[in-house]
């Protein structure tokens, strides 16, 4: 798809594809006029999606408080888990990021990721427990942030044409760890629930507290291991992105170990506070690398809603 006022793709490509072309533009080679259409939402459509989400919570507790409906007592906790991480994706989507990956793709990221993820680190950290006890806890974070690099992996090993560019990586990594998040609180919710006998009141300061606190933990851990992972594809897997990869990890896994054990409010916050403000650093460098790359070629991505 192009715009009647770009030339054809041959004018620059000489029958390349739009990946080949454009990776070897990051290397100083012949420059392609275009990039590939690209999906990047509204800047602000974070906020109906957190707003009509919010919405929909009360909506479904005020119900229950109303009528003692068991069955309401899922979607409560679905909704109570899923909203502020599935808005921050969408934040985090709608910044100065072109990205070649469209929110059905992002979606299904989030699904993938989070069970598949969830899934492995659930019997890796039950076979530490058996082995080690308490001292399991240590391992939390390695095993967590590994586990959420299995779907992005994948993607990289078997998608070789498509999804390329490093702030596809970026916000991959972030929906990676919302379907993460997500899945984990509802774990949490519904345990709490049978503890306390059915009482609703624990379970929504579960859900409000982890739900709050959710884009600064598995999702910003995710999105800048994922991003580093997506950069040495990028670079073809050169030394230096490698390195960059390795120690991406160990920050996810050193603030994730923090997060476990700080053991109260203020230790997270300030676990909180630098994680998120890695993810952003992290988001306007990937950005600008990718303004100074069409600046230099000339190249205007084909713009579609995401």
Known sequence: MTSPDLP???????????????????????????????????????????LVGVGLFLAVLRTLQATDNPNLVPALIVLGAAVVPSSFVVFVASRRLALDVSGG???????????????????????????????????????????????????????????????????????????????ETMGYAFNELARSGGNLGPVIGILVLRGLLSPAAHLAWTGLTVSALWWARWRDWRARSVVLLVVAYLVAVVLHTLWDLSGG???????????????????HRLARHQSERAAVTGARPVQVAG
């Open 8 to 50: 054809p793709p041959t004018d620059r490509t000489d029958g390349r594809s739009p990946v080949a072309v454009r990776r070897e533009t990051d290397v100083g080679r012949p420059a392609p006029a275009y990039l590939p259409t690209v999906y990047r939402p509204s800047r602000w459509a974070w906020l109906p999606v957190l």
């Open 265 to 283: 409010l203020l230790g997270n916050a300030i676990v909180a506070v630098v994680s998120l403000l890695l993810l952003f650093v992290v988001a």
């Open 105 to 183: 793709i992002i979606g299904l990221m989030a699904l993938l990721g989070g069970v598949i993820g969830i899934v492995i680190a659930g019997t890796l950290e039950y076979d530490a427990a058996q082995r080690l006890g308490t001292a399991s806890i240590v391992f939390v974070g390695i095993i967590e942030e590994a586990a959420k690099l299995a779907v992005p992996l994948g993607v990289v090993l078997l998608v070789r044409n498509r999804w390329r560019e490093p702030v596809d990586g970026l916000v991959i990594g972030v929906a990676t760890g919302a379907g993460f998040a997500a899945l």
